[in-house]
């Protein structure tokens, strides 16, 4: 016998007797409850298939099963197991109440049952439900967006996992998301501002979920959490292949792609997506969320605002770059990193004016590591600033040794990370070591890349200005690769600007506005008083060409490669002037 009616709670009475049915039903009603009825185990398990009661008054008589047997059933399934029981036992011995204790009953009741005891003892077991609820709410959502969080995605997608498991048609994906330029947003517009952001975020993400999504078949097992800063990770119900949830993904990445507008400022940015299928045998929910990480990280590394499906060789690269990171962590501060030196030349006459110190790594089971690989390890380790350190006094060190031999070099250069650069005290620093190897100032250039000054243009200058304030030199490195514009040039304290290698190798007859473009680079450094160097010269047409646009100084494999700086002496280099083997082509350049 059921009736269904809008109370706030849930009762299920197992009980044979009709009158004790009607007496507890009526018992109850102040406390605003729906009663359910069963006469026996069987009964009573068909009825918690249907629904889930808060609460289950269960007597110890029944015919067949006993109460005992069945709260063991109950406690033994996941799903039933959290639903409170009330044994109601009669003039039983002690032993009765102790083992329905020790089945998991929640209180127990003596009949008969008289109407305050049962109000009483219904009443706090339910408020304690109610509170027990509150808790296992809190615990499981993400207080800024309302969202579940880490812990309800991971039993969720503990379910999912199992059931994909248990039936060969069920598959779910699993998306990765991460917005790109949080960071920065977070740092430049403060934590407030970051925090709409998410916000934003979250019901974008929420109202492009819905639960008529036609890819997704079982929306009841989409969810969609934010496990921490600015990653949200959505578990894709029943999705039949691939190919939808890619479409999913594709989706979600169109929709963040569009502005927001956070307390005034507007705000633009990408997504990256990492995407796996259940179809890779997962057993835990961490194993997934791991290779969805992965995946993620691949999208930002081919160049952010995409989405990725993980494959297995991904495994391998983040194994790789996890030995690095280990085995960087040793070999900093010890030979294993030297470093060696390139020239850099005036064009006009091949004289060398200084060297760029460049880091070599080599490992003690892999050989060499080129700088492209560690560096930007030990950059996001932290590594970089004692590794930096390392550097500069090994540059330093050598340019001292090179004057020992009458070198005519005006300076060594020493290519600085952004995270150096904020470092406390790295102006301090910087003093004491040219003062320790006994050099002039500005017989030190630090070369510091044009998208690390860019990504935060005012603190940079500040940086920069302090550096300035020592006497060393300063070179915008990789100039063209980064965001600033030739007019923000002026705002920074350059003594160089180095053309970055991708505009040099476009330098020939033919490719006019490239030669352009290098021209106005040229004029607009010389008008603010900053030298030219443009980077990676291969050939004698670029050198023709340089010339013609008044590019005073190069660097580059066809003048000098990089080499260790006790084997290679600068004079060397002197003997081969560059202009000897210049072609004439200033005709085609003028035409
Ligand atoms: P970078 O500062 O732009 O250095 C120039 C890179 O171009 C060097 O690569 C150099 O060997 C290479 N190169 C020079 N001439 C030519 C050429 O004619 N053709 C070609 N194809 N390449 C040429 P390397 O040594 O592999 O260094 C790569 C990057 O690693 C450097 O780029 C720099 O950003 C970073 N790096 C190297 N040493 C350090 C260091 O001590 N500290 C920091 N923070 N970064 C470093
Ligand atoms: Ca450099
Ligand atoms: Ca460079």
């Not at 999705?239 to 929709?255: F, I, W």
């Not at 930096?388 to 290519?415: D, I, M």
Request: aromatic fraction near 6%; glycine fraction near 6%; hydrophobic fraction near 40%.
């Amino acid at each position: 016998m059921t009736r269904r009616g809008k109370a706030a709670h849930q009762v299920l009475v197992v009980d044979d007797d009709r009158t004790i049915q009607r007496l507890t039903e009526a018992f109850l009603k102040p406390l605003d409850v729906d009663c359910e009825f069963a006469g026996c185990g069987a009964e009573a398990f068909t009825s918690l298939a249907r629904r889930l009661p808060d609460l289950i008054l269960l007597d110890h008589e029944l015919p067949g099963e006993s109460g005992l047997e069945i709260l063991d059933r109950l406690k033994a399934d996941p799903a039933l197991a959290q639903i409170p029981v009330i044994y109601a036992t009669g003039t039983e011995k002690e032993t009765v109440i102790s083992r329905c204790f020790e089945a998991g009953a929640n209180d127990y009741i003596q009949k008969p049952i008289r109407r305050p005891e049962l109000l009483a003892r219904v009443q706090s077991v339910l408020e304690r439900q109610r509170m027990m609820r509150e808790l296992w709410s809190n615990a499981r959502t993400d207080s800024l967006t309302g969202l579940p969080n880490r812990l309800l995605l991971q039993e969720t997608l503990g379910r999912a996992i199992a059931r994909a498991n248990h039936d060969p048609r069920y598959h779910f994906a699993l998306l990765f998301l991460d917005f790109d330029r949080f960071k920065t947003i977070n740092d430049s517009l403060g934590h407030d501002i970051g925090d709409m952001l998410l916000q934003q975020i979250g019901e974008r993400l929420r109202a492009n979920l819905r639960s008529e999504d036609a890819i997704v078949r079982d929306s009841q097992l989409t969810t969609l959490s934010r496990l921490g800063g600015d990653e949200f990770v959505i578990l894709l119900g029943d999705v039949p292949d691939e190919a939808a949830a890619s479409s999913v993904a594709k989706r979600l990445l169109g929709v963040l792609n569009r502005p927001y507008t956070l307390a005034g400022n507007t705000v633009n940015s990408t997504a990256s997506i990492g995407l796996v299928c259940s179809d890779n045998g997962y057993s835990t929910a961490d194993e997934i969320l791991r290779d969805a990480d992965i995946a993620m990280y691949e999208a930002k590394a081919r160049g952010r605002g995409c989405h990725v499906v993980f494959d297995q060789s991904m495994h391998a690269a983040v194994v790789e770059r996890h030995r690095i990171e280990n085995d960087l962590r040793d070999a900093v501060g010890t030979d294993q990193i030297h470093l060696v030196y390139q020239p850099i030349f005036s064009i006009e006459d091949g004289g060398v004016i200084g060297m760029e110190a460049l880091a070599r790594w080599h490992h003690r089971e892999l050989g060499p590591i080129p700088p492209d690989r560690f560096i930007p390890v030990a950059e996001e380790t932290g590594l970089i600033i004692k590794l930096g350190e390392q550097v500069l006094h090994e540059a330093c060190a050598q340019f001292t040794q090179w004057r020992l031999q009458h070198q005519p070099l005006k300076y060594v250069s020493v290519n600085v990370s952004r995270a150096q650069l904020e470092v406390p005290g790295f102006a301090a620093l910087v003093r004491q070591i040219v003062a320790q190897h006994d050099m002039a100032p500005d017989e030190l250039q630090l070369e510091v890349t044009e998208s690390m000054i860019m990504s935060r243009p005012e603190e940079a200058v500040t940086l920069l200005q302090e550096l300035k304030a020592l006497g060393v030199r300063l070179a915008m490195d990789d100039f063209g690769t980064g965001y600033s514009s030739l007019s923000c040039l002026h705002y920074f304290p350059f003594d160089v600007i180095k053309i970055d290698r991708s505009f040099v190798q476009e330098l020939n007859g033919e490719r006019t506005e490239f030669v352009a473009l290098v021209h106005a680079i040229v004029n607009l450094a010389y008008n603010l008083g900053m030298d030219c160097v443009a980077e990676g010269i291969e050939t004698h047409e670029q050198v023709a060409v340089l010339l013609a646009v008044d590019c005073l100084y190069g660097q580059g494999y066809l003048l000098g490669r990089p080499a260790a700086g006790g084997e290679t002496c600068p004079d060397a280099w002197l003997a081969n002037s560059p202009r000897a083997n210049v072609p004439d082509i200033a005709g085609k350049l003028t035409a």
